[in-house]
């Protein structure tokens, strides 16, 4: 992309209604604009880190095994009276009729549908297992939306649903959603702990919140340090192979890591005194095994071996799709701005032309521009007649993590600079390493 054609409208100054780091970046670096409280137009740039973390998303759900469809915005009220939901959901949920008079809602999440879809679809359990997910808006009309994407009321959300014939095989549904979500948040650049969360009204142990720990996260949580020396890494794993799922589920859960809901003292007293913390959290996922909570009210039944109907056990599993963009820059800016991981960077490199309008100067940009797409790669070229302080300034704040500076004073030796976001270090070198470098 040149950016003399593109729309990128950054801002000077800092809104004031932005309370956090992460609200007052994207808005700065234009990625999102307020249409009205918590919902958001999605700018050029912020569509594109949008669409690669969900592009994550979806490769790591069909790794593991899990089938993508997708479900509707609006949703039928009928269904939420068959679960008993829809009265019990509250203000949260934001109710529309339609020229009939027909009761409708805007999804907040989508239980009762897919079991809906399950039910007229699945009749024995030899079509199991199975788990079903999408990547769709939601609409929690929430009390308090605020920090711009991280809690808004119309967010993205994947949400995943497993139907299994017994409560053994949704927990290895269970497990091969954890590995898939260590998988996710690390190509992300990110650390998010699988914490133990509250089940609610149906209780168990079969739930974990994933948070990444940060300052103006909304949740308190307590855990032991020798946690966050875990990483999954590019181990390989059989998602069939249900003892390596519940061994990765074992080594990630077993330390003490818990949210304010279920913290409890006296075990975590039982920690060593130096590895106990607490901090603040931003949750970016959650799985839950639930059992036959909706399967059993709204008739979601597979003949068994024996020839008898029972109703599937089910879990749901989600990742706050658009809250991760606010929790990835939470984990990774600096004063100057963004500094994206490279697994979700809207773009891989910036050139910053410093003399626009100097022949050798634009050809050399040019060349580099076209030698780099055509290696695959997604450039941004700062072709627009700007200082080179303004370059610098609109590429570090948008976060891209190369910068590739091309004067004349480096081409007469056959040189350009390629400047590391994150470190900050430059490099001298031919055009030719430079893109080297980066494929
Ligand atoms: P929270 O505790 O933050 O209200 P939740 O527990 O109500 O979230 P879930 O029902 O578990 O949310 O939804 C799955 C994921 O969707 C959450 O882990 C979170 O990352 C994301 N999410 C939930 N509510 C919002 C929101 N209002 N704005 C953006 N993302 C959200
Ligand atoms: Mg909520
Ligand atoms: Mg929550
Ligand atoms: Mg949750």
Redesign the pocket.
């Known amino acids: 992309m040149r950016l003399s054609r593109y729309f990128l409208p950054v801002l000077k100054e800092d809104p004031k209604e932005a309370q956090i780091v992460s609200h007052r970046l994207m808005l700065r670096a234009g990625m999102v604009k307020q249409q009205t409280a ?1 919902i958001y137009s999605w700018l050029p740039l912020g569509y594109k880190v949008l669409r690669r973390i969900e592009q994550i998303v979806h490769q790591e759900m069909q790794r593991a095994g899990h089938i993508p469809l997708l479900m509707p915005t609006l949703q039928p009220a009928e269904l939420w009276k068959e679960s008993g939901r829809y009265d019990a959901y509250g203000e949260e949920m934001l109710r529309v009729t339609d020229r009939n008079k027909r009761d409708l809602l805007y999804g ?2 989508n239980e009762e549908m897919i079991t809906d879809i399950f039910r007229s679809g699945v009749n024995s359990y030899k079509d199991l297992p199975l788990t079903l997910y999408h990547i769709q808006w ?1 609409f ?1 009309d ?1 009390r308090r ?1 605020r920090f711009g ?5 119309e ?3 994947k ?1 995943s649903y497993n139907f299994d014939l017994t409560k053994e095989d949704a927990l290895h549904a269970y497990n091969r959603h954890l590995v898939a979500y260590l998988r996710t948040y690390e190509r992300m650049g990110l650390q998010a702990i699988p914490m133990r969360a509250d089940g609610g009204p149906i209780g168990g142990d079969y739930t974990h ?2 948070l990444v720990l940060a300052e103006t996260g ?2 308190e949580v307590f855990y032991d340090s020798e946690i966050t020396d875990l990483s999954f890494g590019d181990r390989q794993i059989d998602y069939d192979d249900v003892g390596q799922c519940q061994a990765v589920l074992e080594e990630f859960t077993s330390r003490y890591a818990r949210t304010d809901e279920t913290h409890d003292q006296d075990v975590f007293d039982k920690v060593p005194e130096e590895r106990r913390r607490s901090a603040r959290g ?5 799985l ?1 095994y639930f059992g036959t909570k909706y399967s059993e009210p709204m008739g979601a039944t597979v003949v068994g071996p024996d020839g008898a109907k029972v109703p599937v056990h089910m879990g749901s599993h ?7 963009l606010g929790a990835i820059i939470e984990a990774s800016h600096d004063d100057k701005g963004i500094v994206w991981p490279e697994g979700v960077t809207p773009f891989h490199v910036g050139i910053a032309n410093l003399k626009q309008g100097d022949a050798s100067t634009d050809s050399a940009c040019e060349a580099l521009y076209t030698e780099l797409k055509a290696r695959g790669l997604d450039p941004l070229y700062d072709d627009r007649n700007e200082r080179a302080g303004a370059k610098f300034a609109t590429m570090d704040l948008i976060g891209l993590p190369w910068r590739i500076t091309v004067g004349p004073r480096g081409l007469a030796d056959n040189k350009v600079e390629l400047t590391s976001r994150r470190t900050g270090e430059s490099q001298e070198m031919s055009p030719k390493d430079a893109v080297a470098r980066l494929v």
Do not use: A, W
């Open positions: 918590g907040p999440t939601k929690r929430e939306p994407v991280m809690r808004g009321r967010f993205l959300m949400d919140e994933f909304e949740s931003i949750e970016v996922g959650q839950f989600g990742i706050g799709v658009s809250r991760l």
